[in-house]
């Protein structure tokens, strides 16, 4: 009887990616309504894959062990892609379980392995296919692993739908090209099985032919063999004795042999000849004997396929069933300039598809050649310019001037916290970064736009002050917790100097200046802290370079680039605070009692 059904599941032992999604495709080209792989087993990790089902992408649960995938899915057939080290067990406890079929792909399973993993399968009732084998197909109904080849050899040779041939061969290959010769000379195979080449399969050649004798949708049969052993005898056997009676068209493999002066090793395991009664002579003959039509030789072959079959079952039908269309793979399509894909990400900054990845279309490894430093990286990723050396100078002198405040600032506190917790490195410096905002190291942004707003409509420092007290907000760059003007911020007068000497513009910076002479003389801490003059430098730092337009100036602030300075700065020394904690096995931190204001 059939072995399998538009309704038959597998559960596949190993992860084959190839495999799984070309027994996929082979469902959606029969028209299956339910995907035939019902799940993976992978010792390794329990996770959940993906394959393709037609052109939606589908989940296939992956489990730790058989008994588990088993229990979730109730799947019909286990296919084990298991090597020859683990075939045994592994298959072995498939057979406790209560599929109907089971495949085993590995070659080199030891012959005593394979003998009494067939004999407990008879003894259960089992169908068990393999070891050393493709495995087989059901046409129209459930493929096997890689069995039937590509897709493109599968609508050839007319699997994707069933035929009236039942056919079975010791060799995988040669069923791919047997399945071609049938599906070409007759109305194509109902079922092809490959019982694999070792020299004791699970099943013989005899047990798939009477399962065929036993279906009714098989019209006729046809056998390969080969030379060695003496399975295609017991075939002859079941002839003879009526035991088969519908037209079996057969060969055996190997009838060169007798022109080799020594014994002849083929390609399996089973394939030698040890006697003359194992030769495929001999075979061939006692098949012919027993009423099989056997050709002269394999060239032969598919003529006489095609002969039995009109002359026993009826003329070779007109194709009249077309396979559902795959859809074509995406990388292949688009190889062919067959689709038009929108980007899902567009990138205008890097492009790491060549030898050397590109920064703003320049290689990294010219910039390198060049002496580029990091300012010239930032330069080229974030503006996607080449800006005067002054310039990238400038942003290299930024990173530094923020690289750290001390641990008892925001950034720098979180990230001893989570260190301390035991997370890490970069855990730590996200926990750190995540502070960053309007209270901390965020009023660069908020800074540049307030001097640029004032600075473009023509406002005197007084001005400006006015504005904001009418308007009740914060200057934003203006005001320091220690800095005064009694005790000067030095990473400010580094940043003054260094403008004083390099920049054509500094119109943002005396503005920011004039602000700062108003307000100390209310508060002598109301200074221009580091972040305000970082913002009115680099506002002056666009205006001194050309490459800049006015629009992307506005854009640039607009879309908050400045405080990414201060967060690449600053990860410097938050990284230095996380490395600092772990160095010094300091424990897990907890907040002092007496620091706490318990309401």
Known sequence: ???????????????????????????????????????????????????????????????????????????????????????????????????????????????RSARLLAAKAKKLGKILIGPATVGGIGAGTFKIGNSGGTPEAMIAAKLHRPGSVGFVSKSGGMSNELFNVIGN????????????????????LLDHVLRFEADPAVKMIVVLGELGGTDEYRIAEALA??????????????????????????????????????????????????????????????????????????????????????????????????????????????????????YNKVPLTTLLNEGAGVGDIIAALWFKKKLPKFASEFMEMTLKITADHGPAVSGAHNAIVASRAGKDLVSSLCSGLLTIGPRFGGAIDDAARYWQAAVKEGKTPKQFIDQMKEQNVLIPGIGHRIKSVSNPDARVAALKAYAQKHFKSRKHLDFALGVEALTTQKKGNLILNVDGCIAALFLDLFDSCPEFTDEEKDQLIQIGVLNAFFALGRSIGIIGHAIDQKRLQQPLYRHAWDDVLYL
């Open 185 to 204: 000379t007759t109305n194509g195979i109902c079922e092809g099985i490959a019982i694999g080449g070792d020299a004791f399969p699970g099943t013989s």
């Open 241 to 358: 004795a009526k035991k088969v009676k519908k037209p079996m068209v057969a060969w055996v493999t190997g009838t060169c042999a007798t022109v080799f002066p020594t014994e002849v090793q083929f390609g399996h395991a089973g394939a030698k000849s040890g006697s003359d009664k194992e030769s495929a002579q001999a075979k061939n003959d006692a098949l012919r004997k027993a009423g099989a039509h056997v050709p002269k030789s394999y060239d032969d072959f598919g003529e006489l396929i095609h002969k039995v079959f009109v002359e026993k079952v009826g003329p070779v039908p007109k194709e009249s069933v077309q396979p559902q269309p795959l859809p074509a793979e995406y990388k292949d399509a688009l190889g062919k300039n067959k689709v038009r894909r929108p980007a899902s990400i567009v990138s205008s900054i890097s492009d790491d598809r060549g030898e050397d990845v590109l």
């Open 1 to 111: 009887m059939p072995l399998f059904t538009k309704e038959t599941t597998a559960i596949i032992y190993g992860m084959q990616a190839a495999a799984v999604q070309r027994m996929l495709d082979f469902d959606w080209m029969c028209g299956r309504k339910m995907p035939s792989v019902a799940a993976i087993v992978n010792p390794s990790s329990s996770e959940i894959t993906t394959a393709f089902f037609g052109s939606k992408q589908i989940l296939i649960p992956v489990f730790k062990t058989t008994q588990e995938a088993y229990a979730k899915t109730k799947a019909d057939v286990f296919i084990n892609f298991a090597s020859f080290r683990s075939a045994y067990d592994t298959t072995d406890e498939a057979l406790d379980l209560p599929f109907s079929t089971l495949v085993v792909i590995a070659e080199g399973v030891p012959e």
